[in-house]
């Protein structure tokens, strides 16, 4: 059992940037391939970012590629979103996944465990 913890969430203006977090609990995190959703209001749940379990490999949503950098520490059970020159279109709340499954994280299909999610707004 993997439980994923989001935090960094925030209010912050266009063009400015944010470092989102992803705690995971047990001993078995590096395992797992890790990624980030979004969810806007009134859309569907998202693809942005995925690290496989040992942080050698990235693979990034359009949207974000060249503004968003994913990383992890295994030492530590966190997965880390860099978001940088933020847009209003970045406004959701932010999901952190864990799947054995690399492709499966990359689908955004049948992923083991989710974050609560944090809300990130982007301003004017």
């Known amino acids: 059992q993997v439980q994923l913890v989001e935090s960094g969430g925030g209010l912050v203006q266009a063009g400015g940037s944010l470092r989102l977090s992803c705690a995971a609990s047990?001993?078995?995190?590096?395992?797992?391939?890790m990624g980030w959703f979004r969810q806007a209001p009134g859309k569907e749940r998202q693809f942005v970012a995925v690290?496989?379990?040992?942080?050698?490999?990235?693979y990034y949503a359009d949207s974000v590629k060249g503004r968003f950098t994913v990383s992890r520490d295994n030492a530590k059970n966190t997965v880390f979103l860099q978001m940088n020159s933020l847009k209003l279109e970045d406004t959701a709340v932010y999901y952190c996944?864990?799947?054995?499954?690399?492709?499966?994280?990359?689908?955004?299909?049948?992923?083991?465990?989710w974050g609560q999610g944090t809300q990130v707004t982007v301003s004017s």
């Open positions: 996944a864990a799947d054995q499954s690399w492709s499966d994280v990359a689908r955004g299909t049948g992923i083991d465990y």
């Open positions: 047990g001993r078995t995190f590096s395992r797992y391939a």
């Open positions: 690290i496989r379990s040992t942080g050698g490999i990235t």
